[in-house]
T-cell receptor, first 111, second 113 residues
Framework: GQQVMQIPQYQHVQEGEDFTTYCNSSTTLSNIQWYKQRPGGHPVFLIQ?????EVKKQKRLTFQFGEAKKNSSLHITATQTTDVGTYFC???????????FGAGTRLFVKA | DGGITQSPKYLFRKEGQNVTLSCEQN?????MYWYRQDPGQGLRLIYYSQIVNDFQKGDIAEGYSVSREKKESFPLTVTSAQKNPTAFYLCASSPRLDRYEQYFGPGTRLTVT
């Protein structure tokens, strides 16, 4: 079945360093969503990308959707301790109706 | 105050007992979902429903059952047939089944001993 692969599984950074997580699909996606789950919490929606090559920014977070609509990335500039948590991508296959979640990237930030 | 509620937050059961997890939303969303999350793992879809009185199996439906008698409610029953029921269970909803972001409840941590 369709899979959405996410790498890396874990990332340890020093506060102030940048962080990037990548999401790849074997099939074309009609959209990609990103969620953040704080430790002990529940996933919270961050953003949705729909257009090929789309780039969106939220303060220090930059989200990209690939030209082929098969991959996406989330980049955090100058990480802070408040960025800790697990970041999930979730893709909807073109013509499909079920969103598939990646396994997530867990971010650890050392002060 | 709109949102999704799940109760209880923590639940403890003995092996061999069925247990029902509650999920209620007042967002007027058509679609609702149940996910299972194991420590350090991603979200695995158990069941989903796109409309009242209709629901579909997800990727790991064995040992679980659901009902959708009301738009705002989507309870999940973890049966004794589920071999490894201890997990964090998350309920979510969205306006429709496709194209929209999902809103998650706070989750229920189920421990079966």
């Amino acid at each position: 079945g369709q899979q959405v692969m996410q790498i890396p599984q874990y990332q340890h950074v020093q506060e102030g360093e940048d962080f990037t997580t990548y999401c790849n699909s074997s099939t074309t996606l009609s959209n990609i969503q990103w969620y953040k789950q704080r430790p002990g919490g529940h996933p919270v929606f961050l953003i949705q990308l729909v257009k090929s090559g789309e780039v969106k920014k939220q303060k220090r977070l930059t989200f990209q959707f690939g030209e082929a609509k098969k991959n996406s990335s989330l980049h955090i500039t100058a990480t802070q301790t408040t960025d800790v948590g697990t970041y999930f991508c979730a893709g909807l296959k073109t013509g499909g109706f079920k969103t598939i979640f990646g396994a997530g990237t867990r971010l650890f930030v050392k002060a | 105050d709109g949102g999704i509620t799940q109760s209880p937050k923590y639940l403890f059961r003995k092996e061999g007992q069925n247990v029902t997890l509650s999920c209620e939303q007042n967002l007027n969303h058509d679609a609702m979902y149940w996910y299972r999350q194991d420590p350090g793992q991603g979200l695995r879809l158990i069941y989903y429903s796109q409309i009242v009185n209709d629901f579909q199996k997800g990727d790991i439906a064995e040992g679980y059952s659901v009902s959708r008698e009301k738009k705002e409610s989507f309870p999940l029953t973890v049966t004794s047939a589920q071999k490894n029921p201890t997990a964090f269970y998350l309920c979510a909803s969205s306006p429709r089944l496709d194209r929209y972001e999902q809103y998650f409840g706070p989750g229920t941590r189920l421990t079966v001993t």
